[in-house]
């Protein structure tokens, strides 16, 4: 069993800054890629937001680059998210994903619990 377990989501003014972290705990041979998704309003589908590889390899949405800087700490199997310059529009329930080997052979994908991020004008 596999849990990813974030942290670090709450209330803030635009311009302002946040940073997400998300965990991956249990039954883990090895973490592959992560990555956090947004959702807004709850029932649409997630969009993407950053991405990063177990070699460090970064992906954004357009309208987070420059602004957003997702990075890991593979030692803890442990994504972040540091969110700057946020803006109204940034508001979302933030999810962290991770694809898990949990044995050499199978690799499962993980979704946590979300974590809402509120941007006030």
């Known amino acids: 069993q596999v849990q990813l377990v974030e942290s670090g989501g709450g209330l803030v003014q635009a311009g302002g800054s946040l940073r997400l972290s998300c965990a991956a705990s249990?039954?883990?041979?090895?973490?592959?890629?992560m990555g956090w998704y947004r959702q807004v309003p709850p029932g649409n589908q997630r969009e993407l937001v950053a991405?990063?590889?177990?070699?460090?390899?970064?992906n954004y949405a357009d309208s987070v680059k420059g602004r957003f800087t997702i990075s890991r700490d593979n030692a803890k199997n442990t994504v972040y998210l540091q969110m700057n310059s946020l803006k109204v529009e940034d508001t979302a329930v933030y999810y962290c994903?991770?694809?898990?080997?949990?044995?050499?052979?199978?690799?499962?994908?993980?979704w946590g619990q979300g974590t809402q991020v509120t941007v006030s004008s």
């Open positions: 249990g039954t883990i041979f090895k973490v592959n890629g």
């Open positions: 991405t990063i590889t177990s070699g460090g390899r970064t």
């Open positions: 994903n991770g694809a898990v080997l949990t044995s050499a052979r199978y690799e499962y994908s993980y």
